[in-house]
């Protein structure tokens, strides 16, 4: 079995070069490279950039004008009938982005293109608030009603977009589908592991990879993330309802802790990384667009702005207006890189271990080892120690699994486009199940499938490509309705707003009259 999922591993390695070209491209030609300035730039970088700033232009920045009003319509109270509250969509597109690329994407940025890293991970952030606002308000406009639930997303309002094509609706489905199939079995490796992680501090001994423990902790993953996924995304919610802020509040607790015992050393932290932005160490490369890169892709992979990965949840949402959950999921992009991410930014860059004499064993390390690492060089006291650990070890584990669900519960949104009948959302989630039981037997096996995350590049930045261009052609609907929203005055939403069909925004008005 361990030369099987070897053998699978190394099939792999031909994905980190095709990844690291789309994402490099076109500054792996040196003709492109020599240009000046122009040159640091690749596609990736332009588009996600480049969009996020037309969009932030063209709303009035509304990612600061409305984020209060974003946080007013978070905090009401108000019962569902029909779809879920924009409260709840929140906490499932939260799900999905702080995940453990929160830990693991901010260590490796960081490792590899410095602490500089971390400031473009903000700039893309700012900007990407306007792209998430952008894409959620998509997915309102066009979600449709499928008895007491809501679907749209990506594969909807690409089908619409692209002149209500079957052939569009599909493919952008199976995109999304394939792309959260080849991410499962890493977040199923990760929970199994670090449960057992979490095992081994409380206990202080090693555990094998072989021992009953682990076997058993396997199956009930896999019987509990069958429960979830067979309960609908009215069964997933109810757990990211309780789980989400638990992980939030438990992580952002326990860094500010580290960040107030080494108050001495934030201004290390911000010299490093405002320096290191512009004038990267060579350590790290010493490449200013090595720096920007690592910034966009790791902020992308966390808050996946501009994706359109994250767009079920804002379709699945009951609101009054469809630019509500727009400015709801601009707010998950802030809570995701500007909060949880920073804080890992904190750790690791307040700990500078890499400037020591424990440097090459710390570059040696895997990213969640070099985080913990970095942690416990901020720990006064091996009992202190320990119980950071634990807790930030506990935090990546639940990261790790509303991944998990999270993804099952959009592919099955996904397929609704393809198919609504029972046998194929079935289907969809009984493959998640699966997939998600093979990352498990590589824990198990002793198997890092280290080459999963370069499929999880890959499919990112494959998502951009299809996204980003649809974004665009549905932007002056977004345009239209940000207008009748901002103006407030009573009058329902409906097609004549922005002059293109709409039928569940139709209804609704048509109820109101």
């Excluded at 779809?83 to 490796?108: D, E, H, K, Q």
């Excluded at 990546?396 to 198919?419: D, P, Q």
Aim: hydrophobic content about 50%; some cysteine; overall charge neutral.
């Amino acid at each position: 079995m361990e030369h099987l999922f070897q053998a699978i591993n190394n099939i792999f390695d031909f994905v980190i070069p095709v990844s690291d070209f789309f994402w490099d491209f076109p500054t792996n030609f040196s003709w492109y490279a020599s240009i000046p300035i122009l040159g640091n730039f690749s596609l990736a970088v332009i588009l996600l950039i480049g969009s996020g700033i037309y969009f932030t232009l063209k709303t009035g920045f509304i990612q600061v004008t409305h984020f209060g009003k974003g946080i007013r319509i978070l905090a009401q109270k108000k019962r569902d009938e029909i779809g879920i509250s924009s409260l709840a969509a929140f906490f499932l597109s939260s799900a999905m982005r702080v995940g453990p690329g929160n830990i693991l994407g901010v260590t490796g940025a960081i490792a590899v293109g410095g602490p500089g890293a971390l400031f473009w991970m903000w700039v893309s952030a700012f900007f990407g608030m306007a792209t998430a606002y952008t894409e959620a308000v998509l997915a309102q406009i066009f979600k449709e009603r499928k008895k007491d639930e809501f679907v749209g997303g990506l594969p909807f309002y690409g089908k619409v977009l692209l002149g209500n094509k079957l052939w569009a609706g599909i493919a952008l489905s199976l995109m999304y589908i394939i792309y959260a199939m080849c991410c499962l079995p890493a977040q199923g490796f990760n929970v199994v592991s670090s449960i057992g992680q979490m095992v081994e501090i409380t206990t202080g001994a090693s555990l094998e990879d072989t021992s009953v423990f682990y076997y058993v902790v396997a199956l009930l993953l896999i019987a509990v993330t069958a429960y979830i996924a067979f309960g609908g995304i009215r069964k997933v919610t109810k757990v990211t309802d309780k789980v989400v802020p638990v992980m939030a509040v438990v992580y952002v607790a326990v860094v500010f802790v580290l960040i107030l015992l080494n108050l001495h050393s934030v201004p290390y932290f911000l010299g490093a990384v405002f320096g290191g932005a512009f004038t990267p160490q060579a350590i790290f490369g010493g490449v200013f667009g090595t720096v920007l890169v690592q910034g966009v892709k790791r902020g992308l992979m966390s808050n996946e702005a501009g994706q359109g990965t994250i767009t079920m949840a804002a379709g699945a949402a009951n609101t009054n207006h469809p630019c509500e959950q727009g400015c709801v999921q601009s707010i998950g992009v802030f809570l995701d890189t500007m909060v949880i991410c920073t804080l890992t930014g904190f750790v690791v860059v307040m700990a500078h271990v890499w400037t020591g004499s424990e440097a090459e064993a710390w570059f040696a390390l895997d990213r969640l080892p070099k985080f913990l690492e970095s942690a416990k060089a901020l720990t006064p006291g091996t009992a202190m120690n320990a119980v950071v650990a634990f807790l930030l070890t506990f935090c990546f584990c639940l990261f790790a699994f509303t991944c998990l669900v999270g993804m099952i519960s959009f592919s099955e949104i996904a397929a609704n486009r393809i198919s609504s009948r029972k046998r194929v959302i079935y289907t969809v989630r009984i493959i998640g199940i699966i997939i998600t039981a093979f990352g498990i037997a590589c824990s198990l096996a002793g198997i890092e499938l280290g080459n999963l995350w370069a499929i999880s590049d890959l499919g990112n930045i494959l998502i951009v490509f299809a996204n980003v261009p649809l974004l665009y052609l549905g932007a002056k609907y977004v345009f239209k309705a940000t207008s009748h929203y901002k103006k407030n005055d009573g009058s329902a939403f409906d097609s004549s707003v922005i002059g293109h069909s709409c039928p569940y925004w139709d209804e609704e008005a048509d109820k109101q009259s």
